[in-house]
């Protein structure tokens, strides 16, 4: 009645709480527990196994005779599961009461039975073995070890549970996710490109391998068993699982793998509560996550073009250990770093000037040798993050995301001492010390280190609000003050990737800098005094060096410095324009105009424009259109579309938004030069063609706004160019419907011109001539859309005003196209065009005939003479030029006519009109071709050379072959006096060089290398544009196979067999100016490859040297007998180019290889075999050359000079230094076996290299001297930039001498090899920076 009462699901009920009651869940765990350990037949087990374990416990292979075939996974894996749920202290006591008792049932079976826990021990070994062939089941066998590890309790029987080998195999199991393991696996059947010997490969290739989802299970098992576990009872395991888990955090197959990884690395490190130990375990941590964060513990990844996804992953995971172990145990890791401070400097309480201990600092300048770092085994932290910056690969990617690291860890370190409010001096202190070491490491001989050091600078900057503990604006401003301090000191760095860095640093310091208002007052005073925190801040001399920098970065960089000063000065201190000329010139960017790279080019535009939108005015308006407008026609084409879209930022987009009673153009419009406007017409055309003529009918439409305000408002002379140009060539573009409605508006303008024209005082002629030809233009686009009334209308005042000579000579040409156009597009107008030509003719050859025979001029000859070469150029210009006006022309030009009115400028007329005349008739061209060439004589005025040379450029292109054989006249003209005629006669050879209507040789060649050292700057522009851009890209080895002629041309020598060059070309000699020929072998070896030096080489010693030895077959050329003959000067030349360092390579294989790079590796780059091996065949191969080839013919010269006295002993002498100079060590094999001139030369090279370090000595005393001299004058910073005759910049007439092989303006000292601290060196002076150093010394020289 009861049960039927209650009913069944209460009985259920019932039954399920008694069973979970404690006492009662307890012993249904360990029934659990006894049934999963009862179907692994611990009485099977033998108890020689036990022995057998303890006594192979240092074996890897274990034979423990241990029957597992009975055991699955399943039940290893409900053993572990159970096992893990074992809970409770009664449940645990009982459960290790079970396991002490013996394992038989049995005793008379064994006489010393094993216990359960010592059976299940060994079965546990056995199963986890490296014998196991089912991977599962020992990955299965190990997670129940660790779950039997984790037993409450275990700690009483660690003696028997805890087993290095079986420990040791259960963490093999985790070995699928280790990257390292599959790539070997991967490498099995290649064993000879796996280092590790054949049995392994074997062992791996035979062995089967266990899922990953199992050996994650059992990496998140050992992860829960470590946070379960206090390491400090057990330093042994702790061990084993550290050195594993650090394994999975550096090789990971996958990102959970690292993350899980490095979670068990946090839970060792939780676990260490003794602080001793804990200390310990967490430097043993941080050392194992060193290689992780710089992405280095796979050294072959550093040569790929990108960071791997598994490095990747790597970094995130060990980044998160290290910040999670600073958050969680910060006192720790400070406390180890005040003890390691108070051993190695000064007590904490012992402070100058009553300053607390790590807030402010009295002198933490660049250099302070004064300060005792901190021992890396007192402080794991420090100690990391030096190892850090010393060990990341010198690769971009992986510098940037080390420096990211390190910053996140200092910030979590400030982070963390200013929740606690505590001390937050010790944090201070620490951030100090680091930025110590970086400092040091600025001046380190790595390239890599002082690079990497400018990264973590940059990093800083950006984060330096979270790099104080206190809020507080001045601790924030002192610390950007000296990191800005460090980057200045690096902007004249010897190497361009640090320089550049540095400066484009500098230019976001000053943006951080200028983020809050303490700042700001800083830069006011600093930009008003010149001077920020230890250094003189001189914008634009900084500016200046890395906009003429050689290396393309640095000039990138430079203009990033620009825009952040141009932002820093206008934005955010508010200074107004006149500031920001006078202490920043914005005419500094044109050092930049016409850069040879393309990434600077594209920062011009953006900085340029941004000039204009920080600074309107008139100056940012021209320089604008100088810098940008040209680059619209860029051959690159990203630098085209940049400069295109900025040009429709700029022009466009304001020109669509004027109003319709607007009379005013963008102002960047305003004011336009002639250049400025052919480039703007030239830019604009592009950009329609770009735009697809999207943009026509609209700019149509506002332009036709603006003409018509023009003609209502204003008189013609204010009309301005800009706007009737763009309205061409809108209507160029445009269809013909769309420009109908213009024509009687543009006839509008000409007739209110035409007519308004006398009326208009004191007007620019010039200009005003230029706007009759724009509106001309325009309407000569429109002609179809008037009516034939207003057409013939316009045809006769045209014509009339022709027949008048009344248009000047710019209008001329435009009205007699318009003239042709109506003739041929309206039909009423023909008759009326005809009857004028007709008389026209009788007119002009009247007038000119009239001249001729009487001297009498009526009217506007030279506009007479103008209009015949136009109407020669027609296609009917033999019916309109007669015979009888060709022969008065060619009477004027050769100046037959004895009249005083005969100027030059109508002389200059005649010759034009003649040469447009020849361009329609052959045979008029070949008859005249010669008085041409005769009027380039030095006699005649400018006018006429000028006329004449441009006139057979014309003929050059139409008739290259009449042309061809008066090319050397022509090119003497580059030696002319008047600097606009070289500049022409340059433009012009360059042009048809460009186009191959001449060839580059003979006396072209020689003569346009004199070019190069051309002394005004446009002209040599235009020569080096040419030789590098066109002839050099042309024909590559153009100079190669002439570099001696030129040598030999240079300096007027024809006394070589081989080398005529200089013959014809006396004039072009340069003998007595060895400056200019510097200049020329700089230029020429810059554009010479690797492989065409070692040709140019061989050609100085085999050909040019070897003709002055005894030549079997031939005479011997005669030594010269002085230095300042032409052959002296020769001879000098060649020895000085054999040994000057742009021909170094030619001799030293590690040059050799690194030709061509943007820097030389530095020392923590990764060597490469097969660079290595490369290397080693280069060496010999030039070894091999120098022996056969070289030595030789130096030698045997080297005998002749002595037996004849030469004075050229010395020189050859220091050309076979530097030739010999890597091979220094085996002299006397490379001499032939001739050892006292071995000797001889390893003395010189011993005097040399001793010489160079005292000169270095005394160089450093001296500085030395003069600061002590200028710190005990007290003399005000003024008084010590005294110039000197020693700072004079050397004279053009120097010669070009060699740079020492030994010379590095960076540092003298060489980094100490310990990976704790970098040994400051000696830093050269920055450029742009008035130190106190350069000072002092300049004023120690004035005071002896």
């Given at each position: 009645?009861?049960?039927?009462?209650?009913?069944?699901?209460?009985?259920?009920?019932?039954?399920?709480?008694?069973?979970?009651?404690?006492?009662h869940?307890?012993?249904?765990?360990?029934?659990?527990?006894?049934?999963?350990?009862?179907?692994?037949r611990?009485?099977?087990?033998?108890?020689?196994?036990?022995?057998?374990?303890?006594?192979?416990?240092?074996?890897?292979?274990?034979?423990?005779?241990?029957?597992?075939?009975?055991?699955?996974?399943?039940?290893?894996?409900t053993?572990?599961?159970?096992?893990?749920?074992?809970?409770?202290?009664?449940?645990?006591?009982?459960?290790?009461?079970?396991?002490?008792?013996?394992?038989?049932?049995?005793?008379?079976?064994?006489?010393?039975?094993?216990?359960?826990?010592?059976?299940?021990?060994?079965?546990?070994?056995?199963?986890?073995?490296?014998?196991?062939?089912?991977?599962?089941?020992s990955?299965?066998?190990?997670?129940?070890?660790?779950?039997?590890?984790?037993?409450?309790?275990?700690?009483?029987?660690?003696?028997?549970?805890?087993?290095?080998?079986?420990?040791?195999?259960?963490?093999?199991?985790?070995?699928?996710?280790?990257?390292?393991?599959?790539?070997?696996?991967?490498?099995?059947?290649?064993?000879?490109?796996?280092?590790?010997?054949?049995?392994?490969?074997?062992?791996?290739?035979?062995?089967?391998?266990?899922?990953?989802?199992?050996?994650?299970?059992?990496?998140?098992?050992?992860?829960q068993?470590?946070?379960?576990?206090?390491?400090?009872?057990?330093?042994?395991?702790?061990?084993?699982?550290?050195?594993?888990?650090?394994?999975?955090?550096?090789?990971?197959t996958?990102?959970?793998?690292?993350?899980?990884?490095?979670?068990?690395?946090?839970?060792?490190?939780?676990?260490?509560?003794?602080?001793?130990?804990?200390?310990?375990?967490?430097?043993?941590?941080?050392?194992?996550?060193?290689?992780?964060?710089?992405?280095?513990?796979?050294?072959?990844?550093?040569?790929?073009?990108?960071?791997?996804?598994?490095?990747?992953?790597?970094?995130?995971?060990?980044?998160?250990?290290?910040?999670?172990?600073?958050?969680?145990?910060?006192?720790?890791?400070?406390?180890?770093?005040?003890?390691?401070?108070?051993?190695?400097?000064?007590?904490?309480?012992?402070?100058?000037?009553?300053?607390?201990?790590?807030?402010?600092?009295?002198?933490?300048?660049?250099?302070?040798?004064?300060?005792?770092?901190?021992?890396?085994?007192?402080d794991?932290?420090?100690?990391?993050?030096?190892?850090?910056?010393?060990?990341?690969?010198?690769?971009?990617?992986?510098?940037?995301?080390?420096?990211?690291?390190?910053?996140?860890?200092?910030?979590?370190?400030?982070?963390?001492?200013?929740?606690?409010?505590?001390?937050?001096?010790?944090?201070?202190?620490?951030?100090?010390?680091?930025?110590?070491?970086?400092?040091?490491?600025?001046?380190?001989?790595?390239?890599?280190?002082?690079?990497?050091?400018?990264?973590?600078?940059?990093a800083?900057?950006?984060?330096t609000?979270?790099?104080?503990?206190?809020?507080?604006?001045e601790?924030?401003?002192?610390?950007?003050?000296?990191?800005?301090e460090?980057?200045?000191?690096?902007?004249?760095?010897?190497?361009?990737?640090?320089?550049?860095?540095?400066?484009?640093?500098?230019?976001?310091?000053?943006?951080?800098?200028?983020?809050?208002?303490?700042?700001?007052?800083?830069?006011?005073?600093?930009?008003?005094?010149?001077?920020?925190?230890?250094v003189?801040?001189?914008?634009?001399?900084?500016f200046?060096?890395?906009?003429?920098?050689?290396?393309?970065?640095?000039?990138?960089?430079?203009?990033?410095?620009?825009?952040?000063?141009?932002?820093?000065?206008?934005?955010?201190?508010?200074?107004?324009?006149?500031?920001?000329?006078?202490?920043?010139?914005?005419?500094?960017?044109?050092?930049?105009?016409?850069?040879?790279?393309?990434?600077?080019?594209?920062?011009?535009?953006?900085?340029?424009?941004?000039?204009?939108?920080?600074?309107?005015?008139?100056?940012?308006?021209?320089?604008?259109?100088?810098?940008v407008?040209?680059?619209?026609?860029?051959?690159?084409?990203?630098?085209?579309?940049?400069?295109?879209?900025?040009?429709?930022?700029?022009?466009?987009?304001?020109?669509?938004?004027?109003?319709?009673?607007?009379?005013?153009?963008?102002?960047?419009?305003?004011?336009?030069?002639?250049?400025?406007?052919?480039?703007?017409?030239?830019?604009?055309?592009?950009?329609?063609?770009?735009?697809?003529?999207?943009?026509?009918?609209?700019?149509?439409?506002?332009?036709?706004?603006?003409v018509?305000?023009?003609?209502?408002?204003?008189?013609?002379?204010?009309?301005?160019?800009?706007?009737?140009?763009?309205?061409?060539e809108?209507?160029?573009?445009c269809?013909?419907e769309?420009?109908?409605?213009?024509?009687?508006?543009v006839?509008?303008?000409?007739?209110?011109?035409?007519?308004?024209?006398?009326?208009?005082?004191?007007?620019?002629?010039?200009?005003?001539?230029?706007?009759?030809?724009?509106?001309?233009?325009?309407?000569?686009?429109?002609?179809?859309?008037?009516?034939?009334?207003?057409?013939?209308?316009?045809?006769?005042?045209?014509?009339?005003?022709?027949?008048a000579?009344?248009?000047?000579?710019?209008?001329?040409?435009?009205?007699?196209?318009?003239?042709?156009?109506?003739?041929?597009?309206?039909?009423?107008?023909?008759?009326?065009?005809?009857?004028?030509?007709?008389?026209?003719?009788?007119?002009?050859?009247?007038?000119?005939?009239?001249y001729?025979?009487?001297?009498?001029?009526?009217?506007?000859?030279?506009?007479?003479?103008?209009?015949?070469?136009?109407?020669?150029?027609?296609?009917?210009?033999?019916?309109?030029?007669?015979a009888?006006?060709?022969?008065?022309?060619?009477?004027?030009?050769?100046?037959?006519?004895?009249?005083?009115?005969?100027?030059?400028?109508?002389?200059?007329?005649?010759?034009?009109?003649?040469?447009?005349?020849?361009?329609?008739?052959?045979?008029?061209?070949?008859?005249?071709?010669?008085?041409?060439?005769?009027?380039?004589?030095?006699?005649e005025?400018?006018?006429?050379?000028?006329?004449?040379?441009?006139?057979?450029?014309?003929?050059?292109?139409?008739?290259?072959?009449?042309?061809?054989?008066?090319?050397?006249?022509?090119?003497?003209?580059?030696?002319?006096?008047?600097?606009?005629?070289?500049?022409?006669?340059?433009?012009?050879?360059?042009?048809?060089?460009?186009?191959?209507?001449?060839k580059?040789?003979?006396?072209?060649?020689?003569r346009?290398?004199?070019?190069?050292?051309?002394?005004?700057?446009?002209v040599?522009?235009?020569?080096?544009c040419?030789?590098?851009?066109?002839?050099?890209?042309?024909?590559?080895?153009?100079?190669?196979?002439?570099?001696?002629?030129?040598?030999c041309?240079?300096?007027?020598?024809?006394?070589?067999?081989?080398?005529?060059?200089?013959?014809g070309?006396?004039a072009?000699?340069?003998?007595?100016?060895?400056?200019?020929?510097?200049?020329?072998?700089?230029?020429?070896?810059?554009?010479?490859?690797?492989?065409?030096?070692?040709?140019?080489?061989?050609?100085?010693?085999?050909?040019?040297?070897?003709?002055?030895?005894?030549?079997?077959?031939?005479?011997?050329?005669?030594?010269?007998?002085?230095?300042?003959?032409?052959?002296?000067?020769?001879?000098?030349?060649?020895?000085?180019?054999?040994?000057?360092?742009?021909?170094?390579?030619?001799?030293?294989?590690?040059?050799?290889?690194?030709?061509?790079?943007?820097?030389?590796?530095?020392?923590?780059?990764?060597?490469?075999?097969?660079?290595?091996?490369?290397?080693?065949?280069l060496?010999?191969?030039?070894?091999?050359?120098?022996?056969?080839?070289?030595?030789?013919?130096?030698?045997?010269?080297?005998?002749?000079?002595?037996?004849?006295r030469?004075?050229f002993?010395?020189?050859?002498?220091?050309?076979?230094?530097?030739?010999?100079?890597?091979?220094?060590?085996?002299?006397?094999?490379?001499?032939?076996?001739?050892?006292?001139?071995?000797?001889?030369?390893a003395?010189?090279?011993?005097?040399r290299?001793?010489?160079?370090?005292?000169?270095?000595?005394?160089?450093?005393?001296?500085?030395?001297?003069?600061?002590r001299?200028?710190?005990?004058?007290?003399?005000?910073?003024?008084?010590?930039?005294?110039?000197?005759?020693?700072?004079?910049?050397?004279?053009?007439?120097?010669?070009?001498?060699?740079t020492?092989?030994?010379?590095?303006?960076?540092?003298?000292?060489?980094?100490?090899?310990?990976m704790?601290?970098?040994?400051?060196?000696?830093?050269?002076?920055?450029?742009?920076?008035?130190?106190?150093?350069?000072?002092?010394?300049?004023?120690?020289?004035?005071?002896?």
């Open positions: 009645l009861w049960l039927k009462h209650v009913g069944q699901a209460s009985i259920q009920h019932v039954v399920t709480r008694w069973a979970n009651m404690p006492e869940a307890c012993e249904k765990q360990l029934r659990n527990v006894k049934a999963s350990v009862h179907h692994l611990l009485e099977a087990v033998p108890g020689r196994a036990w022995s057998s374990l303890r006594e192979q416990a240092a074996s890897l292979a274990l034979a423990l005779d241990v029957d597992s075939d009975h055991i699955s996974v399943a039940g290893l894996r053993i572990a599961e159970r096992l893990g749920n074992l809970r409770g202290d009664a449940a645990s006591d009982g459960f290790w009461d079970w396991m002490a008792e013996s394992a038989l049932t049995d005793l008379s079976v064994e006489p010393s039975p094993i216990t359960r826990l010592q059976a299940l021990v060994a079965t546990f070994a056995q199963v986890t073995g490296p014998e196991s062939l089912e991977p599962d089941l990955i299965a066998g190990g997670m129940a070890y660790l779950s039997l590890l984790r037993v409450p309790g275990a700690s009483r029987s660690w003696g028997i549970l805890f087993q290095t080998v079986v420990f040791r195999n259960v963490l093999r199991g985790l070995s699928p996710l280790r990257l390292e393991t599959t790539r070997r696996r991967a490498q099995a059947l290649a064993p000879d490109e796996v280092a590790d010997g054949p049995e392994l490969q074997q062992d791996l290739a035979k062995r089967p391998v266990a899922s990953l989802s199992s050996a994650l299970e059992l990496l998140q098992v050992l992860v068993f470590l946070r379960a576990t206090s390491v400090d009872e057990y330093p042994e395991l702790t061990a084993l699982a550290m050195a594993e888990l650090a394994a999975l955090v550096s090789f990971p996958e990102g959970s793998v690292s993350r899980i990884a490095a979670e068990g690395l946090g839970a060792v490190v939780a676990g260490a509560q003794d602080p001793k130990k804990a200390r310990s375990t967490i430097s043993a941590v941080l050392r194992a996550t060193l290689m992780p964060l710089v992405m280095a513990q796979d050294k072959a990844a550093t040569s790929l073009a990108s960071v791997p996804k598994h490095l990747q992953e790597s970094r995130t995971a060990a980044l998160g250990l290290v910040r999670g172990i600073v958050r969680g145990r910060l006192d720790i890791l400070l406390a180890a770093h005040a003890g390691s401070r108070q051993k190695k400097g000064k007590p904490a309480e012992e402070h100058s000037d009553g300053e607390e201990a790590g807030h402010g600092r009295s002198d933490n300048r660049i250099g302070d040798k004064h300060k005792q770092p901190a021992s890396g085994a007192d794991p932290l420090l100690a990391l993050l030096q190892l850090m910056c010393v060990l990341v690969p010198d690769r971009a990617e992986w510098r940037i995301a080390c420096a990211d690291a390190i910053i996140s860890v200092l910030t979590d370190i400030v982070a963390g001492r200013r929740e606690s409010a505590a001390k937050p001096q010790e944090c201070t202190a620490f951030v100090e010390t680091f930025l110590d070491f970086v400092e040091r490491l600025m001046q380190s001989e790595r390239v890599g280190s002082r690079v990497f050091a400018v990264d973590v600078l940059v800083a900057l950006d984060n609000a979270a790099l104080t503990t206190i809020e507080s604006v601790e924030r401003a002192c610390l950007d003050i000296r990191l800005f460090g980057l200045l000191v690096r902007c004249s760095d010897a190497f361009p990737s640090v320089r550049g860095r540095a400066l484009a640093a500098a230019a976001a310091a000053l943006v951080s800098i200028s983020g809050y208002e303490h700042g700001k007052q800083l830069l006011r005073s600093a930009f008003s005094e010149g001077m920020l925190g230890h003189h801040l001189d914008l634009v001399e900084l200046r060096a890395a906009a003429t920098d050689e290396k393309a970065h640095s000039r990138r960089a430079a203009l990033s410095f620009f825009e952040a000063c141009l932002r820093v000065l206008r934005t955010a201190l508010g200074f107004d324009q006149h500031f920001v000329d006078e202490h920043f010139p914005c005419e500094l960017l044109l050092l930049l105009e016409c850069d040879e790279s393309v990434m600077v080019r594209k920062a011009l535009i953006s900085s340029s424009t941004l000039l204009l939108q920080l600074c309107p005015s008139s100056q940012a308006f021209a320089l604008w259109r100088r810098l407008l040209p680059l619209a026609l860029d051959v690159e084409k990203s630098v085209a579309e940049r400069a295109l879209q900025e040009l429709e930022a700029v022009i466009v987009v304001p020109l669509l938004r004027l109003g319709p009673e607007s009379v005013e153009l963008p102002p960047v419009l305003t004011d336009m030069a002639y250049d400025d406007l052919e480039y703007l017409r030239r830019a604009i055309r592009n950009f329609l063609l770009q735009s697809q003529a999207t943009a026509v009918s609209p700019m149509l439409k506002s332009l036709a706004v603006l018509k305000s023009f003609i209502r408002e204003l008189p013609p002379a204010a009309w301005p160019p800009a706007a009737w140009l763009l309205l061409e809108c209507i160029a573009k269809r013909a769309d420009s109908h409605g213009l024509a009687e508006l006839l509008q303008a000409w007739s209110f011109f035409d007519g308004g024209e006398a009326g208009i005082p004191s007007r620019p002629l010039q200009r005003v001539s230029r706007l009759g030809v724009q509106i001309l233009n325009v309407l000569g686009h429109v002609i179809s859309g008037l009516a034939s009334s207003k057409a013939c209308h316009l045809a006769r005042s045209l014509c009339g005003r022709l027949a000579f009344a248009l000047p000579a710019d209008e001329v040409r435009t009205a007699l196209r318009v003239v042709e156009q109506l003739h041929h597009g309206v039909a009423a107008c023909r008759a009326q065009v005809e009857a004028w030509r007709d008389a026209t003719q009788k007119t002009l050859e009247s007038m000119l005939l009239t001729v025979r009487k001297g009498e001029a009526t009217g506007a000859l030279d506009t007479c003479i103008f209009m015949l070469g136009e109407l020669g150029l027609e296609e009917d210009g033999e019916v309109v030029v007669s009888r006006i060709v022969s008065a022309l060619q009477s004027i030009c050769a100046g037959d006519v004895d009249l005083s009115n005969c100027t030059s400028r109508l002389r200059g007329h005649a010759i034009a009109a003649l040469g447009k005349i020849c361009l329609r008739r052959d045979a008029l061209a070949k008859q005249s071709i010669e008085l041409f060439v005769c009027h380039l004589s030095s006699k005025p400018f006018v006429i050379r000028n006329n004449s040379l441009v006139i057979l450029g014309d003929l050059c292109v139409r008739y290259t072959s009449v042309v061809d054989r008066f090319l050397p006249a022509i090119s003497d003209l580059l030696r002319d006096p008047n600097e606009l005629l070289r500049k022409q006669v340059a433009l012009m050879l360059s042009s048809l060089l460009a186009e191959s209507y001449v580059f040789r003979g006396p072209l060649l020689f346009f290398v004199y070019a190069l050292s051309e002394t005004s700057t446009a040599r522009h235009i020569i080096e040419t030789c590098k851009e066109i002839l050099h890209r042309q024909h590559p080895a153009v100079f190669t196979s002439s570099f001696v002629d030129v040598v041309m240079l300096n007027g020598w024809t006394g070589h067999p081989a080398y005529q060059g200089a013959a070309n006396e072009f000699s340069l003998c007595s100016e060895p400056g200019r020929r510097a200049v020329i072998y700089r230029f020429l070896l810059s554009l010479l490859t690797v492989g065409q030096k070692f040709q140019v080489c061989s050609q100085m010693v085999t050909s040019f040297l070897a003709a002055f030895t005894e030549v079997e077959g031939r005479g011997r050329v005669r030594l010269p007998q002085h230095l300042q003959g032409q052959g002296g000067q020769t001879l000098s030349d060649i020895l000085i180019l054999l040994a000057c360092k742009e021909m170094r390579v030619c001799f030293s294989s590690k040059l050799a290889s690194q030709a061509g790079e943007e820097e030389v590796p530095t020392q923590g780059a990764v060597a490469d075999p097969e660079v290595e091996t490369a290397r080693g065949a060496s010999g191969m030039l070894r091999k050359v120098i022996c056969e080839n070289v030595a030789p013919v130096l030698v045997q010269l080297k005998r002749v000079m002595e037996a004849e030469s004075t002993i010395g020189p050859l002498q220091h050309c076979l230094c530097e030739i010999l100079f890597e091979f220094k060590e085996e002299l006397a094999d490379v001499l032939g076996g001739d050892k006292e001139l071995a000797g001889e030369v003395f010189d090279m011993h005097k290299a001793r010489a160079q370090t005292v000169d270095k000595s005394k160089q450093a005393a001296t500085d030395n001297e003069a600061s001299v200028a710190v005990d004058s007290g003399l005000p910073q003024d008084a010590m930039e005294e110039d000197t005759f020693e700072d004079a910049p050397a004279s053009d007439t120097e010669t070009y001498e060699p020492s092989r030994d010379d590095k303006p960076v540092a003298t000292r060489r980094v100490t090899r310990s704790m601290r970098v040994e400051p060196a000696v830093v050269s002076p920055p450029m742009g920076l008035a130190s106190a150093a350069e000072r002092s010394a300049r004023k120690a020289r004035r005071l002896r």
